[in-house]
């Protein structure tokens, strides 16, 4: 393949996954009451209702570093990595007449609405932390390019994960039940409203086999100035990010050649 040819490839799939983000913006909200602005609506009101719970908390961190911006970061970030996963396994069934045309496949099905939660998440962290920030409840984030590598890093392994989801959920419908309660369980475990620091020896040691605690500490040496980690692995992250990614094309691969269009 020729350099011109793959610039053309791009383009045509960038057209195709620009199409998908308007489909699933019309499917998922319409014209109806405030429309696109849902996107974000839902998840700012329930980050901003996490925030509040939050807020009377003393944390055990040094530094005085405040409870507010610390749950809705946290939250916010959580809130797109369970929205890409769990929508994942509904991608083929809402999208299955797309695949009569050769250029759309399902990896762009699923790029395009991880695409649209990334935006949202981004949106949400900006007016939030902004907002908090006007009204003196917060600082700006004190390393943009590590809080910004740590929102990459989640998106490239909800990615990787809603892509198995997407492949196990149409060969066994228990898994797409499972997968709602197993992230909701996996919330708490996650690392969006801890720290490792808080935790004795023994406790971190298995923490830290969990990818997103990783992720999260990540996102915390960005938002704050006082907050130091001396766990985070990013090799490792990258490893299982990388590890999903390859596992969930080989299972969409198997699943694209499973599935009757007629």
Aim: aromatic share 10%; with cysteine; proline share 6%.
């Amino acid at each position: 393949m020729t350099a011109a040819s793959f610039r053309a490839a791009l383009r045509v799939q960038g057209n195709v996954i620009g199409a998908l983000i308007l489909r699933e913006l019309h499917t998922r909200f319409g014209r109806a009451n405030i429309g696109y602005l849902w996107l974000f609506a839902e998840p700012m009101l329930l980050a901003v209702a996490v925030a509040l719970l939050h807020s009377n908390h003393d944390l055990p961190i040094a530094g005085g570093i405040r409870p507010i911006p610390f749950a809705i970061a946290g939250y916010g970030l959580f809130i797109m990595f369970r929205s890409v996963v769990s929508r994942a396994e509904t991608v083929i069934e809402a999208n299955r007449p797309l695949l009569h045309h050769r250029p759309v496949t399902i990896p762009d099905m699923l790029i395009a609405r991880m695409a649209l939660e990334a935006v949202s998440t981004i949106v949400v962290l900006i007016v939030l932390l902004g907002g908090a920030w006007a009204l003196g409840f917060a600082d700006p984030p004190a390393r943009p390019e590590a809080f910004a590598g740590a929102v990459a890093l989640m998106c490239w392994f909800a990615f990787g994960l809603s892509m198995i989801v997407t492949a196990a959920s149409h060969q066994s419908p228990v898994v797409g039940r499972l997968v709602h309660p197993l992230l909701y369980l996996s919330m708490p475990l996650s690392g969006a409203f801890f720290a490792l620091s808080w935790f004795p020896q023994g406790v971190r040691d298995l923490l830290v086999w969990v990818p997103t605690v990783h992720i999260f500490e990540l996102l915390k040496v960005g938002q704050f100035e006082a907050f130091e980690s001396r766990w985070i692995d990013l090799p490792y992250v990258i490893g299982w990010c990388g590890a999903l990614t390859l596992l969930g094309l080989l299972g969409l691969k198997h699943l694209r050649a499973r599935i009757e269009l007629s």
